[in-house]
């Protein structure tokens, strides 16, 4: 909606600040040609949000709305940007849960990531109060039996674990064959130290890969890193000759928003998600709750949600903590 000549200074804007720029859209407008004019500029992510909470007309069900995805697809396929798509879970496409998690891994040579909004109360929208079903243990359950192998969500951290779990896995060729990705939790401990200080650019994965070699060599993470991945070939050999070689990285992102009416102090003290405003950035889910606050031209935490925080005895907060 907003005007491309705009977005277009927004996006090179951003990039200039050395940011990771991304723009989330419904897709309707997003053509390739924008798609092309903001890769251009700097564009690195893509996120489509796809779901039945949108009632798009002729569509009853995430498998009919994968027809949908495969446009959006076709238009960012062979830009170089990464595709992620976003979709909700309730009550209506809970049990559609394996049918998207087939069509990302078939679709692991263009989509890196598929994100999981579980359901939440925040003020908008019809649904209220999800079901009980719907949560971190069971959506994780259903993701993993989907692709017939158990993901390591325990093995990356952010945020607070109420909040976020994420699994990565290796799909080989069209789908066929998935393995975890990051089975060694001490290695991946000792990967992200090694790689600490290191941007890798996820649009130029070649670039990435010398990267990576570089630092590894600097950081003395060579010999392990190598004998990790060469652990990982031999257990994979027979789909990746299969493959010819061909695996795509796809992550599966959970994100647990909190209900307005009942947020986690804690949790928002370690919240990995903040919107911006005139004061700072401000956690999501406390800005959900006191949406009214924002729109009305409100900054910063507002006064109701600190005295909570007070009579819970948590101390008050500023904007960007």
Request: a positive charge; one cysteine or more; hydrophobic letters at 35%.
């Amino acid at each position: 909606l907003r005007d491309h000549d705009e977005l277009v200074r927004i996006v090179r804007h951003v990039r200039d600040l050395r940011l990771v720029p991304a723009l989330f859209t419904n897709g309707i407008k997003c053509t390739r040609e924008l798609l092309t004019r903001l890769k251009e500029v700097g564009l690195v992510d893509v996120a489509f949000h796809v779901d039945l909470t949108e009632k798009r007309q002729g569509y009853s069900s995430e498998r009919s709305l994968n027809e949908v995805r495969e446009d959006y697809i076709s238009r960012a396929r062979g830009l170089g940007i990464n595709v992620i798509f976003n979709q909700t879970i309730f009550a209506r496409n809970l049990e559609e849960v394996p049918v998207l998690v087939d069509f990302y891994r078939r679709h692991a040579d263009v989509v890196g990531m598929a994100s999981f909004q579980l359901q939440a109360d925040t003020g908008r929208g019809l649904n209220r109060k999800r079901k009980d079903t719907i949560n971190l243990d069971t959506m994780t359950a259903r993701i993993d039996d989907a692709l017939g192998v158990k993901l390591s969500w325990e093995n990356v951290l952010f945020g607070h674990p109420k909040c976020h779990r994420i699994g990565y896995s290796m799909v080989f060729g069209g789908g066929e064959h998935v393995a975890d990705l990051f089975d060694d939790r001490a290695q991946v401990e000792e990967m992200l130290h090694a790689f600490r200080d290191t941007y890798f650019d996820r649009t130029q994965p070649r670039r990435a890969v010398l990267q990576g070699l570089e630092a590894a060599f600097q950081n003395h993470w060579l010999r392990p890193g190598l004998k990790y991945w060469g652990r990982r070939v031999r257990e994979n050999w027979r789909p990746l000759l299969k493959a010819r070689g061909k695996v795509h990285k796809l992550s599966f992102f959970l994100q647990n928003f909190q209900d307005r009416h009942s947020l986690d102090h804690g949790r928002v003290d370690n919240c990995s998600f903040h919107t911006m405003n005139d004061a700072g950035g401000v956690s999501m889910c406390v800005h959900n709750a006191f949406r009214d606050h924002y729109i009305e031209g409100g900054t910063g935490y507002p006064e109701a949600y600190q005295k909570q925080r007070m009579e819970a005895g948590f101390p008050a907060l500023t904007p960007g903590m």
